[in-house]
């Protein structure tokens, strides 16, 4: 048996579900969360260096 896998980074999947028609809620619904967690890592990443700021 052969599985054949595709790397894909999260910015390329984001782009390329911008232009695709939703056939299901649970797609809408996986959206949304990724979105989401996009959204919180740019905020750890923005606080990490405020923090580094304020000890520096």
């Known amino acids: 048996m052969r599985n054949d896998y595709e790397m894909v980074t999260v910015r390329d999947y984001v782009n390329a579900i911008e232009n695709v028609r939703y056939t299901s809620v649970s797609e809408v619904e996986i959206e949304k969360e990724v979105e989401k967690y996009l959204l919180n890592q740019r905020r750890y990443e923005t606080n990490a260096k405020i ?6």
């Not at 923090?51 to 520096?56: D, K, N, R």
């Open 51 to 56: 923090v580094e700021a304020l000890l520096a």
